[in-house]
């Protein structure tokens, strides 16, 4: 087991298995030892259509990119936020501050790129507010298609997470601001990719869209490598949610309880009137002495049952063995009597001489003279050959009487066998009858049927009252922890010490680097910066404390240019996963004069070659400055009134 698994056990007062098995089950990761940034890169981003109303015209941007600052000039309005924003809206798959009116216009749009010198390319064409395109990923994998802005997202989300090696951290949400019931959240691309662009429209936000859902802790964890900060993350959202579930089980106690208030005096009442009626019955039999007799006798006409059934089977054998032998006996005597006849019947018939046909009449004489040369020693009826004479043959009928003897002997026993039989079932008819008479004669010594059932609406009353009961204490009462609350909590409390101490040199490293870029980007007055690990930034000036809510909308973007910058340079030390592209939307925009727009334009060049591989893409409506600081080949220049595309 880890340290950190025994240190909560020991929090909690349970076994080191016990606590392993929850943290577990609820999926709190410890704090490890994070993996090395990956550096994305844009080479080139192109896309094209028609516009319409007032500028109608077919238009096409493209634009070729590598390492270090670039630079879009132009007037504005005229197009600078748009590359920008379609740059976001491809590394994202959606984008809602595209403008609309560009979002209708643009019918092809392709970016290039590659993570770790891996290239990769989307391209879609956009008709009627759906993109339908492809994500290549390299040579040696197939591209994913993708068809409608949910499935554009969630194509480059699991790319840019996978790629890029960012874990999804969890978070909780309230339903309600300052109320503890919500639900769990997960962050993932669509939060950090906020920490790629820096927009001069972001009102009072340090980093991202917005500073609830703790997204700006987020963007800090993942981008710093705050060492337990996500081990502290799943411990409490694990803890947040059983303590939700714990409050809804008695909410529900509570109500139940609530609705059911008003019967509990009634249920009293109830139970003491079925008792005193009871009381006047008498002593009634004892219920399990009964249920004991007629148990038994429920056995017993089972065993006669079965004894029963085993002999009607046993006699239903023997007769048909005895019917089937009596009757082979009865053919045999009748095969018997007709071979004797037989016989009898040849010796009788050989020994008549006959003067007369039997059927006509006709005399012998004439029958003799009617078949002419007929042997005068044939028979004058049939005219054939007399027989042989020969000894008469008794073998077969002495065989066949001996075959009778043996068949009546047998025929005798299976008699005596069937009546034996018959006797048996006849035995276990009674003996099954007596049971059953027993069975009747036990149910019926049971307590008349008005006792028994007041015996059971009392014992159903006070079932009713003592869960009605113990309803009301569990939604009344307080209750002990229970082991899983107990651990989870353990948990958050260790990792938000460890958090806490391992954090602090490495904010303190953050707050630092974030005071030296912003003073180097024109931040003037600035005289010292203190982020906080859950977000909020503390600011000291010349004229004394403030915060990055109360400076002007000019420092706040200085600030936020300095914290993304301060995310990459102290995360490359600490494990932080920062992919090192920055877009960042007009630095000039706001109350910059152009002395100043220009040294930051000079220190953002400086960044990118003190800071191995990164990638700056950034606007201004300055066209001389750009030129000035910005080599030819790194800045896209619109003139005066036209549009960047």
Known sequence: MSNFTEAVARRAGVDVAEAAAVLEHHRVRESGVLPRPHRLALTSIEFSGTKAGKFTDDFRFSWRLSDGLWCLAGDNLKGKSTVLEVIWWCLRGKNKR???????????????????????????QHKDGVPTGRLETGKTTSGIDFAGEAEFASVMSQF???RLNLEILRGWHSDVKGEEDG??????????????????????????ETSENGSVVSLLQMFIGLPWTSTRRD????????????????????????????????????????????ANIGVAPALEDQALAIEQAAAHVASCAERHAAAVQVHLTVQQNYTELHQTLVEDRKRLRDMKENTAAKR???????TCCPRCTTPVADLAQARGDQAADHCSVCGSAPPEDAPEDTTAIDQMSENIASLAAADDQARTALRRAEKERKEAEAQLDAARRAMAAAQAALPDASVLRRQLDLERLRGAL?????THARAGGTTAPAPEEKILEAAYKEADVRAGKESKPIMDRVSSEIFDLA??????????????????????????????????????????????????????????RHPGLFLIDSAGAQEMIPTDLAETLQQLRAICEETDGLQIITATANRELARTVIPDDRAKIAEAGAFMW
Not at 183 to 208: P, Q, Y
Not at 348 to 354: D, I, K, Q, V
């Open 98 to 124: 595209l403008q609309d009116t560009a979002r209708r216009w643009i019918s092809h749009v392709r970016l290039e790129g590659h993570i770790d010198g891996e290239p990769f390319s989307v391209g879609f």
């Open 160 to 162: 840019m997470m996978n």
């Open 183 to 208: 639900k769990a959240t997960v962050t993932d691309w669509a939060l950090f990719s906020h920490a790629l662009i820096c927009r001069n429209r972001n009102a009072e936000v340090l980093l991202g």
């Open 235 to 278: 411990a409490e959202t694990a803890l947040k949610t059983v303590r939700q579930q714990q409050r809804g089980e008695k909410r529900r106690a509570t109500e139940d309880t609530q609705a059911r208030a008003s019967s509990l005096r009634q249920l009293k009442d109830e139970i003491t009137a079925a008792e005193a009626a009871l």
């Open 348 to 354: 009788y018939f050989g020994a008549l001489a006959p």
């Open 466 to 470: 003592k869960e009605r009961e113990a």
């Open 519 to 576: 003073v180097r980007l024109g931040y003037d007055n600035l005289q010292g910066v203190k982020l906080q690990a859950n977000g909020p930034m503390k600011l000291q000036l010349d004229d004394g404390p403030s915060s990055f809510q109360k400076v002007t909308e000019g420092e706040q973007l200085r600030l936020r240019m300095a914290t993304l910058l301060a995310l990459l340079r102290v995360g490359q030390q600490h494990g932080g």
